[in-house]
């Protein structure tokens, strides 16, 4: 394949994977565009962009999703490739298709991997053939009640029954009991209609305390496929990542070796190209099984860029411009550990409750070993228009312990008032001893998780921190227009408690103990 260079990539996404391939785009040299939605207007990713338009109202089906006026803008401003980012159009094959159609580069793959790879009952076709070991199933989608019967009768319980078109941990129920059947089967494909407009369900042996260890690879047009190691993943919320990291405590040198090369030969099976993760679930006895196949950049790429010092962004522009990978299988060399915890704007205290609003103070935690990959800021709003999620917080360290630590600090150190965060929690995670041992499985959350045991602040300290907050950043004009909040009072432009007036040293106690009320 001959080379093609990129002079302008738009990146059809927002929030922070808008943000973080602007940078790398930023240091090849590449023009950007951004694309961004009427919710947008202020995001940092339209403010960082070389150019930015406007495409249309916040809905992403409205915006983010319309493949026409994506392409529209890609033509007007002579863009020469589109970044899909994560989510969104990412995985949509005919998206991938009409912008090579378009004349422009996609970077990810090619529409065929991305369709076999999209259909959970095809990939598993596909990579068995491969040799690969996929977790015991029926061969595709089940047609009724009848076939799912069947297979509890053959291979016992408890089943999983998923969607085969899922993602997002959706169109997923587990079966414990044949009763139970029914109600799952109907359960999972109405969703699975609803989330994919596809309603086709197959079954899974449901694997009992498996942990979900996922490879990075990398393919180029060339018919070079290269890993970059494993990410562990097994922290979840309802089938979701909390916290990532990497090296895995389970995997040692033979155990990378053998899983790599079985995701490569993955990749290979479906003549893939550009940067993707073949996820894995392990048993107990370190068997391990293909899960699904994830064709585009992963929410949790930075702990591999920062443990193999690999700007997967970078690469991913290089495979799509023609050029080679330009290092080997054995050149690729891992340093320490690093963990990722994902801050989203809910309440971790009340059912884990979205909270939406605007981000009133915001300042994120630096220092050794952090990277913050974060797209909205001080001032910006948490909608209801999309995922979440505010920051990625990424702790890299000569070893787990340290990187642990680092993580903990950086937690602990980090200020925002305006929505409530999951920080406490990624906290608790951090500190229980199961965590900290590495003995723990997908289950983690759900067998340990206990709310009533997070650190919160009251109505009141919140309240009075805000203040604090607002009289070091606005010159205490706003915090002196609030003469009181609960039993903290504003007094000469000062918050205090009874007699408390001494300003500097009210705000240090106060924000520290914001602060420490997270440990
Ligand atoms: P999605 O594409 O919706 O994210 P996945 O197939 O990647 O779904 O699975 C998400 C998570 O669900 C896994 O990480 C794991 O925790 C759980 N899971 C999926 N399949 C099984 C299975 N057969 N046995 C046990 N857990 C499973």
Redesign the pocket.
């Known amino acids: 394949m001959a080379v093609r260079h990129i002079e302008k990539v738009l990146i059809a996404n927002r929030g922070e994977i808008a943000v973080r391939i602007i940078r790398t785009c930023k240091e090849m040299g590449i023009a950007t565009v951004a694309v961004y939605s009427d919710a947008d207007l202020h995001a940092p990713h339209v403010l960082m962009a070389d150019e930015a338009f406007n495409i249309g109202p916040p809905p992403s089906r409205e915006s983010y999703l319309v493949i026409d006026k994506i392409i529209d803008v890609a033509k007007r401003t002579r863009a020469t490739a589109i970044h899909p980012g994560y989510g969104f159009l990412s995985e949509n094959a005919d998206f991938s298709k009409r912008v090579a159609e378009a004349g422009l580069i996609f970077v990810g793959p090619g529409p065929e991997s991305i369709k076999t790879m999209g259909d959970?009952t095809e990939a598993r076709k596909l990579v068995m053939k491969a040799n690969v070991p996929i977790?015991p199933?029926t061969p595709g989608a089940i047609d009724n009640i009848e076939e799912a019967r069947d297979f509890c009768m053959r291979h016992g319980l408890p089943i999983?029954i998923?969607?085969a078109a899922?993602?997002?941990?959706?169109?997923?129920r587990v079966v414990h009991k044949v009763d139970d059947l029914q109600s799952a089967f109907n359960g999972a494909t109405s969703e699975a209609l609803s989330a994919f407009g596809d309603g086709r369900v197959y079954i899974?042996?449901?694997?009992?305390s498996?942990r979900?260890i996922e490879f990075q690879i990398i393919a180029d047009h060339h018919g070079n496929t290269i890993h970059l190691g494993e990410r562990e993943?097994?922290i979840?919320r309802r089938?979701?990542?909390v916290i990532e990291e990497t090296p895995s405590v389970i995997v040692d040198e033979k155990l990378r070796q053998r899983m790599g090369a079985t995701a490569v030969g993955a990749a290979k099976a479906c003549n893939y190209h550009n940067a993707g993760t073949i996820?894995f679930?392990v048993d107990k006895n370190r068997n391990f099984?293909f899960?699904?196949m994830n064709t585009r950049l992963q929410v949790e790429h930075p702990i591999t860029e920062m443990r193999t010092g690999v700007d997967l962004v970078a690469l991913q522009l290089r495979v799509a411009m023609g050029e080679r990978i330009p290092f080997e299988q054995e050149q690729v060399s891992f340093r320490g550990h690093a963990i990722e915890c994902r801050i989203y704007a809910e309440d971790p205290s009340n059912g884990f409750l979205p909270s939406t609003g605007r981000i009133s103070h915001l300042v994120p935690s630096q220092g050794p070993g952090i990277r913050e990959d974060r797209g909205v800021k001080q001032g910006g709003e948490i909608s209801v228009y999309y995922d979440p999620m505010i920051s990625k917080l990424v702790a890299h360290g000569g070893t787990r312990n340290e990187a642990i630590s680092r993580m903990k600090r950086s937690l602990r150190e980090y200020e925002i008032l305006g929505v409530k965060t999951n920080i406490p929690f990624c906290l608790f995670i951090l500190d229980h001893p199961k965590f900290i041992e590495g003995d723990f499985d997908?289950h983690f959350i759900p067998m340990y998780f206990k709310p009533e045991r997070l650190a919160r602040l009251s109505d009141d300290e919140e309240a009075a921190a805000a203040l604090v907050c607002a009289m070091m950043e606005d010159n205490s004009l706003q915090a002196q227009s609030l003469s009181s909040v609960g039993t903290y009072v504003v007094k000469d432009g000062r918050v205090g408690r009874g007699d408390s007036t001494n300003h500097a040293g009210l705000t240090k106690w106060k924000l520290q103990r914001v602060n420490n009320m997270r440990s």
């Open positions: 959970k977790v199933g999983l998923k969607a899922g993602g997002g941990g959706k169109g997923m899974e042996k449901y694997l009992e498996p979900h993943c097994s979840q089938h979701q990542k996820e679930l099984y899960l699904e997908t």
